[in-house]
Nanobody, 124 residues
Framework: QVQLVEAGGGLVQAGGSLRLSCAVS????????VGWFRQAPGKEREFVAA????????NYADSVKGRFTISRDNAKNTVYLQMNVLKAEDTAVYYC?????????????????WGQGTQVTVSS
């Protein structure tokens, strides 16, 4: 059983930064590609970023390119999402998800395991 636990969310002013972490337990992180998704109130869950098993391949939503960076430390079984120049429209619950395939696809269905989410609120 794979478990994912997100941390690092909070309240930040527009223009600020946050770093989210996703700790994976139950299996070795290097067995999975990992993605970050977010869901704002009243909206569908949307893709943010993904990283392959080795970290050699990444994928970003257009809305976060140049501002967010996904990375991973397989030795620590943790994936990170560094979020800079945050905007009010980045406010959402952020989820990490693990994929058995080595896919960085932006589709929810490509991911097999999900965390419970962490709230990010950006005040304008």
């Amino acid at each position: 059983q794979v478990q994912l636990v997100e941390a690092g969310g909070g309240l930040v002013q527009a223009g600020g930064s946050l770093r989210l972490s996703c700790a994976v337990s139950g299996r070795t992180l290097s067995s999975y590609a990992v993605g970050w998704f977010r869901q704002a109130p009243g909206k569908e869950r949307e893709f943010v970023a993904a990283i392959s098993r080795s970290g050699g391949s990444t994928n970003y939503a257009d809305s976060v390119k140049g501002r967010f960076t996904i990375s991973r430390d397989n030795a620590k079984n943790t994936v990170y999402l560094q979020m800079n120049v945050l905007k009010a429209e980045d406010t959402a619950v952020y989820y990490c998800a693990a994929a058995r395939s080595n896919s960085v696809a932006p589709r929810l269905g490509a991911y097999d395991y999900w965390g419970q989410g962490t709230q990010v609120t950006v005040s304008s």
